[in-house]
Every structure is written in structure tokens, then in C-alpha cells.
């Protein structure tokens, strides 16, 4: 379950998610096997570098938004315990600096997805880890239903993201961050 794309200025690295769990009132308890898999960095000095993850990455954000309505039924079914159900997104702030992060989902209502920011940030400023964060599922980049065995259902952008490594150089106008 543990990888994670974050966009940032200077770098790109994957970073794991922690195997923490401290649901607040009201929140789902968040849980993550110590023996989850472990992210794999994926580093990115300049915006065309950006560029070719996010072309990378494109039919594997599709195979996970096509799955995620039988993931979605699983999750408003009720999931088993110690399970827990995690969405990857895009955080954008002011400066226009873009971080992928997962977001450990509380409740789904419609089209909407709630929950709290479950990764560390790094890149963009105006959010925090277990910060509540609300969004269209039309923003979904990936889904993942982490077991208590250690193993995970979906994932499929992170899994790929195990092996791809962008190019060490490339061109772009925009330059570096």
C-alpha cells in the first residue's frame, strides 16, 4: 500500500506511508501491516520529467478509475476489520507545486470522497497528514484496500510506479522547479 508519488520542488521522491493508527471521533480507524509493501522513489528535478510520469502513469489512473465503482460498493458495504481504504489524489497549492498523496477514506456520499490526508507532505504548503481533506471522485488517481495481513487489493498506479523510472534528462522550456 505504501507507495505514493509526491511532486515537489527540487524532487519527486516516493515516500512511505506510515503504519500509524489514531482514528479521531467519528473517523474510521486507519490501519497499515508493518509488513505493508514499501514505496519505491521516484525522483523528478524538472517540470518535463513531471510531464512523462504523469503520461506514465495515464493508463494506470484509468484501470484505477474504472475499478474503483466495485471498490467504492466494497467500501459502502462495509469493509472487514482492520481493513482500511485509501484513495490517492493530487494536492495543488497557491504556487501551482502539485503532491500526490493517499487520503485514508472516512466516508463516500455521491460523487463525493472524505477522509483524512494519510502521507506526509513535503511539496505543497496549506496541508497537513491526517488534515480532513473532501474531494470529487473525477480527482481520483488510484485506490487501494490494505489488509491486515500486510497485502492490498488495486494500487495499480502504485505498483507501476515500483518500476518506472523517469528519464535523467529530458528538455523543457519551464525549466526546473
Not at 459502502?76 to 482492520?82: A, N, V
Not at 490517492?88 to 460523487?111: C, H, K, P, Y
Not at 470529487?136 to 484496500?145: C, F, G, K, N, P
Request: proline fraction near 8%; charge should be positive.
Amino acid at each position: 500500500m505504501n507507495r505514493l508519488l509526491k511532486l515537489c520542488s527540487g524532487a519527486l521522491p516516493l515516500i512511505c506511508l506510515g503504519a500509524l493508527s489514531s482514528p479521531a471521533l467519528g473517523q474510521r480507524p486507519v490501519e497499515v501491516a508493518p509488513n505493508a509493501p514499501k514505496d519505491q522513489p521516484v525522483n523528478a528535478a524538472m517540470k518535463c520529467q513531471l510531464r512523462l510520469i504523469f503520461e506514465a502513469i495515464a493508463p494506470y489512473v484509468a484501470q484505477a478509475r474504472k475499478t474503483y465503482p466495485a471498490a467504492r460498493e466494497r467500501f459502502l458495504r462495509g469493509l472487514p476489520p482492520r481493513h482500511t481504504m485509501f484513495v490517492s489524489t493530487r494536492l495543488v497549492d497557491s504556487t501551482g507545486r502539485v503532491e500526490q498523496v493517499f487520503v485514508a477514506v472516512d466516508s463516500i456520499r455521491g460523487r463525493t470522497i472524505a477522509g483524512r490526508i494519510w502521507s506526509d507532505i513535503h511539496v505543497v504548503s496549506g496541508y497537513a497528514m491526517r488534515q480532513p481533506y473532501t474531494f470529487s471522485d473525477s480527482a481520483l488517481v488510484d485506490w487501494t484496500i490494505a489488509r491486515p495481513d500486510g497485502t492490498e487489493e488495486g494500487n495499480v498506479v502504485g505498483k507501476f510506479l515500483d518500476t518506472y523510472r523517469p528519464p535523467t534528462t529530458c528538455t523543457d522550456p519551464a525549466g526546473t522547479w
